[in-house]
């Protein structure tokens, strides 16, 4: 049995987070797929993650190359404006396999906003890879949201490769999909590169995730910053797996890894484990879970002044994921985010 979204370095057996068995998420093969015309990839960019294990697993990167639908390639010189990338998935069009290259070259900057949503359809399958290289001294920033429904499967993965003086903004969003797996994998190569990366996610009914991030340390005087917020009612069940890895050669590194998950249930299933790797002398690691219900203090001031408990509790909840949300550039996919995420805490829209 294939093992998916599986850590560098084994944790304790028991918490059962070193790998995830192929058969808990019965991910189905894909039989059928209109390949796109231009399946064009960056070459750059390929020979930039050679060596590295990038990816949830390597049958289903296999699956994404095999059958890819939809295909982009941005070499971005200078400064560039937003771009904008719509994935819509529908009863007759169900099945995205698609690849996302991105080339930043020296001193450039530019940003992606990549949005994933469907129609409620049943038997909604995706399975999306976003690389990036980023040059010497370039800046890109890259906001995923994934919007799904509760029959659909989300296979996500995104790795990046910084070099010199490379700064990388990431935020990666998901409210919805019934089966997800989502790797984010953030290697630092370069000296002075830096990474500041935000999460959301909320699970709901029988939605299972599970999320293994990692910043790989290998330039001196690297750093990276990575915090999820997210909450879980009904029957959800949510893995997250965060590792901050330095590794040899990373003098004066420092990475900070954090999951803060709110539990609204007490039938939920949450297991998380914020791992720090090192091998090198000199340098800084911060990791850390919260696993629990919101501040009683906090909810008795807002229950104070005219708000029902549900209300107070909607608001902690919002105020928490509002630096992940507020990424979003686009106003009204931004609003249509925060009010998916009132409808699933209170069970009515705004």
């Known amino acids: 049995m294939a093992r998916i979204n599986e850590m560098r370095m084994p944790t304790w057996a028991s918490l059962g987070l070193n790998y995830l068995k192929e058969d808990k998420i019965n991910i189905e093969n894909i039989e059928e797929s209109s390949k796109a015309e231009n399946l064009s990839e960056i070459s750059e960019v390929e020979e930039a993650f050679a060596g590295h294990k ?8 296999k699956e994404n190359k095999d059958f890819r639908n939809r295909s982009y390639a941005f070499d971005v010189k200078g400064e560039r404006e937003t771009e904008f990338i719509n994935f819509d998935l529908k009863k007759d ?23 994933i949503f469907d129609d409620g359809s049943e038997k909604i399958f995706l399975n999306s890879r976003i690389r990036a290289k980023l040059d010497k001294n370039s800046y890109v920033k890259i906001v995923v949201v994934t919007n799904l429904g509760k029959d659909a ?6 790795g990046t490769y910084l070099a010199e003086d490379a700064i990388l903004d990431i935020t990666y969003i998901e409210v919805g999909a019934g089966k997800s797996l989502v790797n984010i994998d953030n290697i630092l190569k370069g000296d002075r590169s830096k990474v500041i990366q935000k999460g959301v996610y909320f699970k709901e009914g029988d ?30 069940e949510k893995n997250f797996k965060g590792v901050v890895d330095l590794r040899r050669g990373c003098h004066k590194a420092d990475g900070k890894i954090g999951d803060y998950s709110m539990m609204l249930s007490d039938d939920v299933i949450n297991k998380s484990a914020p791992i720090l790797l090192n091998e090198e ?9 919260s696993v629990g219900r919101l501040n009683k203090e906090m ?39 925060r009010a998916k995420v009132h409808k699933m805490n209170l069970g009515y829209d705004l």
């Open 54 to 61: 990038v990816g949830i697993s390597e049958k289903i990167e």
């Open 207 to 236: 939605d299972f995730l599970d999320i293994l991030a990692t910043n790989e340390h290998f330039g001196t005087d690297t750093d990276s910053e990575c915090m999820f917020n997210g909450a879980l009612k009904d029957r959800a």
């Open 153 to 158: 499967t989300n296979l996500n993965s995104i």
């Open 281 to 289: 002398r000199e340098v800084a690691g911060n990791h850390a879970a």
């Open 93 to 115: 069009d169900n099945i995205l396999v698609s690849n996302i290259d991105i080339k930043a070259s020296e001193a450039s900057r530019s940003s992606f906003l990549i949005n």
């Open 299 to 337: 909810l008795f001031y807002i229950m104070s002044r005219g708000f029902s408990k549900k209300q107070a509790e909607a608001m902690m909840l919002e105020a928490n994921f509002a630096p992940a949300i507020d990424n979003i550039e686009d106003e009204a996919l931004r609003d249509k985010i």
